[in-house]
């Protein structure tokens, strides 16, 4: 609705500037009978030139350049050609027909002129004409064509922007598909796990879980999701993921109580807490998890420490691995220059630090 609106808007000036310019171009003359004693002739001569200014620019701006400039050259030169060619035809009939030459005013009264004067003949008019159309109709055809190829040139920049658009809504639909399957096989795959060991366990985490997908589906299907959301979203998943851990991980988890609600992209930050619950928890020896976030007016600041319990390079071999890769597209594709991210993959520790600028994305 916003583009169409701005379509209308563009058009709406364009056209607004032809009938402007048109209105002084039309008003000149009525200007100068008013204020001057201008001939008849000059009038009829300064409206038939300018209507014929007039249909070589259009007749070459909206029907010329779109048929054969951009797809034959030389056809287009010779259509200019024949354009003014025939046009000057009609200047120069129209001028014959204005003009009243009367005999006795194109000879010189001998009586009146001096001995010795030198006579001059009349100014050579057919010349000055020629000289003038010819210049009028060049200035006119090559203005109208930049006009032409700047209005093409801004169509064909609008189009890659809406294909880049377009590009970016397919990528990032892709990734978050990749992603909520990926998520949700590692959930069931706990929930299989606690249905064994604990009923009444394993019933939460199936409460935990559809309110998780409630979110995958619905609330995420929006394009971008609150803060306050997301934030949830990610203490309903870290309160799933507990229920399977034991006392030998040490989980710390700091979000913020207050802060200002913003409007992020959904999912930005589950795929590093899902891999640090993937590769960080050890059921033999110690191990630990830190998670934290921090909310300014203009930063939002994501933290994620987790041990490694085995080297990331086997991990890397997983189809795991596509999470964090798909976020880290998401966003170079949504915040280009406004995010920073540093992932160190040391030998014992893994540390994730994610800096979004807010606004627009």
Partial sequence: MQQKKKLISRSTIRISLHILAWTILLGVPLYLINRWDAGTDFVWIYYTNTLISGAIFYINYLDLIPRFFFKSRVKY????????????????????????????????????????????????????????????????????????????????????????????????????????????????????????????????????????????????????????????FMNNYIDLMRLRMNEKVKLRVNFPSKYENAAIPPLLFIPFIENAFKHGISYREKSFIDIGMEIGKEWITFTCRNSIVRPMEEAGTERSGIGLDNVTKRLNLLYPGKHELTIDRGNAIFYVLLKIKLGKT
């Fill in 77 to 232: 030169y010779l259509a200019v050609v024949v354009l003014i060619l025939g046009f000057y035809f009609v200047s120069d009939q129209s001028n014959k027909l204005i003009f009243k030459y009367v005999p006795h005013e194109q000879r010189i009264d001998e009586n009146r002129r001096q001995p010795g004067e030198e006579r001059h003949g009349r100014p050579p008019f057919r010349q000055i004409h020629l000289f003038n159309y010819t210049f009028t109709s060049i200035f006119l055809i090559f203005f109208s064509l930049g006009l032409r190829v700047i209005e093409r040139n801004e169509m064909i920049e609008k189009r890659q922007k809406e294909l880049e658009k377009e590009k970016l809504n397919s990528e990032l639909a892709f990734l978050k598909n990749q992603i909520s399957p990926h998520f949700f096989f590692n959930t069931l795959n706990n929930i299989y796990s606690l249905i064994g060991i604990n009923t009444g366990d394993a019933q939460n985490a199936v409460l935990k879980l559809s309110k998780l997908m409630r979110y995958l589906l619905y609330d995420s299907e929006q394009g971008l999701s609150q803060l306050s959301s997301e934030i949830d």
